[in-house]
């Protein structure tokens, strides 16, 4: 459960100030398959961010299965990040030098969990996303949709409760984004709350519940 | 993230960096191995020094006519003016004196030396027999036996001396003319070299009798006394110092010098000297030191979309930071090693090249040269690495 009060963002340059997020109130419930559309410079990402405990809000308050995430300590915060948040990115930010097997080890890694077990769980998750034979290769010999689901097994090895995709399937063509989507909804079939933001309509039509965001305010949700 | 996972991860890294890595270790292993070798030339040099007075005698005392006024005052005694001559009655009344196991009265001169029709000038020392076994001088051939006197008109020859007078190696036994007093050859010294400016094989040693009347002089140039043991040194001062205050009627009026202390004083300059030639090493370490950084410094922005991801699949402040530290932990660790390496490779050859310096490196240098390695190494990512942990992970996976 995430429940947004009263939520805004505000970022200064200089003496101007953007409100990235204007009093924004949302709950989305467990389990959820949410799409954020909007124009450029809405605020998506950047309410993306706030779920996702990388950026705070300048003002309102953020529960997360109630708990006041934002008032957590800097550790804690990274805790949620790792164990209960999933993050994908346009862009997919896999590390060069290590294989896909590697960078979907690495928040294993983090979570301190011993190099037996990690190995099992990295296995199981590259036979899911049919990586197997992939499992050694450096992200540079991957394609863009082998890439993206490299970082999706990465995001969702810690079977986190939410998993926030910024633009998933922007640098993918029409065929490789729509295996991603069928990722992520299988994902979401197994209960994971899904929040993907995108420019594609017939990707964001999929979702359950459609939020639009123009100028940091939500005008749409349904 | 467990510290053993932490080690493996900046390894892989490190690894993966190749020419980063090894511009680092090169410039720590230098700065290292500079420490290495020039500690080890200091301490050679000084091991050099102590052995060159170690060859002197072992427990010596020396007594210089005229006093100081300075406490153990050794330079001073050596330029200082002569109120009261030192006379073979002084050194004779040492004999009975507790703590001397031997002494031997000294002149020294320059003299010309004749022997059939070949003539050069040389150094004339005066003693007795004791001074060899005082100076552990070593004779090749024949025997020197004089006393304090009277002792019949003999002579050693130096190694070289003896072989330019008589080319065909029958020196002994032969007369030779020391000034205007003829002389028999006695003894020939082994070749030895020089030691603390005294060369044997140049030297010519006569009765201190002799040398006394060919100078014509009463008064000793000093003496050399060997003390029973080197805890004996300091009270047989005592008792010499005494007993010639009461033979020169209350007055001390005699410099009185133990080897130990003038070991000493050697000995804590050249460790100075050493200490300080390693200080300048060191300070290649700490130019390396500045390097790192901004080789670290350059990493993290390198790597600054790979920082942002690591924090947003959860990884703490702690994490990062360690992560880069542990990267330069590793550099600096092989940097050590390599170093070391090099510098007692750099010693040994020190070693060839100058085969009379004892050029070991000290333990003590090479802990010192790894620990500040080490030091210089965290020091210098201390800076990059809390920058990386700092980064906003926003800003930082929206680079492109
Ligand atoms: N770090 C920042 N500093 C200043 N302004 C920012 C920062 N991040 C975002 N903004 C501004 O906040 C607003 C919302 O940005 P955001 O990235 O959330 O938009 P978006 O809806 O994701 O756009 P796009 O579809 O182009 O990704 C924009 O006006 C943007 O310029
Ligand atoms: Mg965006």
């Known amino acids: 459960m995430i429940a947004l009060t009263a939520i ?33 410079g809405s605020g998506k990402s950047t309410l993306l961010n706030l779920i996702g405990l990388l950026d705070q809000p300048t003002s309102g308050t953020y529960l997360l299965e109630n708990i006041d995430v934002t008032s957590l300590s800097e550790t804690d915060q990274a805790r949620v990040r790792r164990e209960r948040i999933g993050f994908i990115f346009q862009s997919f930010h896999l590390i060069p030098r290590l294989t896909a097997a590697e960078n979907i080890e690495l928040p294993l890694i983090l979570d301190g969990i011993p190099s037996a077990e990690r190995k099992k769980r990295v296995q199981a998750i590259l036979q899911q996303t049919n990586l197997l034979e992939r499992a050694d290769h450096r992200p540079s010999e991957l394609s863009g949709g082998q890439r993206q689901r490299v970082a999706i097994a990465r995001a969702t090895i810690l079977n986190p409760a939410v998993l926030l995709a910024d633009e998933p399937t922007g640098n993918l063509d029409h065929k490789t984004g729509a295996e991603v989507i069928a990722l992520l909804e299988n994902l979401h079939h197994q209960g994971t709350t899904i929040i993907t933001v995108t420019h594609d309509r017939e990707i964001g039509a999929r979702a359950h519940r459609k939020i639009q965001m123009r100028d940091g305010e939500v005008v749409s949700d349904d | 993230m467990t510290r053993q996972d932490a080690f493996i991860l900046s390894f892989r890294t490190v690894v993966s960096y190749r020419l980063r890595a090894i511009l680092i270790l090169l410039a720590m292993a230098l700065g290292v191995a500079a420490v290495v070798v ?20 072992t427990n010596l005392i020396i007594i210089i006519p005229g006093r100081s006024e300075t406490a153990g005052g050794f330079i001073g ?39 059939g029709g070949l003539l050069r000038e040389v150094t004339l020392a005066g003693s007795t027999a004791s001074l060899i076994a005082i100076r552990r001088m070593r004779l090749a051939q024949g025997s020197f036996t004089a006393d304090n006197g009277p002792n019949p008109a003999e002579a050693v020859l130096g190694a070289k001396i003896a072989h330019e007078l008589f080319p065909q190696g029958n020196a002994l036994g032969q007369r030779i003319r020391l000034g205007d007093r003829r002389f028999r050859v006695a003894g020939i010294f082994a070749m030895q070299g020089e030691s603390m400016g005294i060369n044997t094989d140049e030297l010519v040693l006569i009765p201190i009798d002799h040398a006394q009347a060919l100078f014509n002089t009463q008064s000793l140039f000093r003496i050399m006394v060997e003390a029973e043991s080197r805890s004996a040194i300091e009270p047989t001062k005592k008792v010499i110092r005494a007993a010639l205050k009461l033979r020169h009627d209350g007055e001390e009026d005699v410099t009185i010098i133990g080897q130990d202390a003038i070991l000493a004083t050697f000995d804590k300059i050249l460790r100075a000297l050493t200490l300080a030639v390693s200080g300048i090493a060191a300070i290649s370490l700490a130019v390396a030191g500045i390097l790192v950084m901004n080789v670290m410094l350059v990493a993290v922005s390198q790597r600054t979309t790979e920082i942002g991801l690591l924090k947003a699949i959860g990884a703490t402040h702690t994490d990062i930071r360690n992560l880069f530290l542990l990267e330069t932990l590793w550099l600096a660790v092989a940097g050590a090693v390599v170093g070391i390496i090099l510098g007692y490779l750099g010693s040994l050859g020190l070693r060839l090249a100058y085969p009379q310096l004892p050029a070991y490196p000290p333990i003590w240098a090479s802990l010192a040269a790894i620990a500040t390695a080490l030091v210089t190494g965290i020091a210098a990512s201390i800076l990059p690495a809390s920058k990386a942990a700092r980064l906003n992970p926003v800003l930082a996976l929206s680079r492109r």
């Open chain 2, 38 to 57: 020039l500690t080890a030339l200091g301490e050679g040099a000084r091991r050099f020094v102590m052995n060159q007075f170690a060859a002197l005698g």
């Open chain 1, 8 to 40: 805004s963002r505000i970022f200064t340059m200089g003496d101007q100030e953007v409100r990235a997020l204007n009093n924004i109130n949302l709950t989305i419930a467990p389990g959820a398959y949410v799409s954020v559309m909007g124009p450029s």
């Open chain 2, 77 to 115: 005694a050596l330029v200082g003016e002569t109120p009261r001559d030192l006379t073979l009655d002084d050194a004779a009344s040492l004999t009975a004196l507790p703590g001397v196991r031997r002494f031997a009265p000294l002149n020294v001169g320059l003299s010309e030396i004749s022997a």
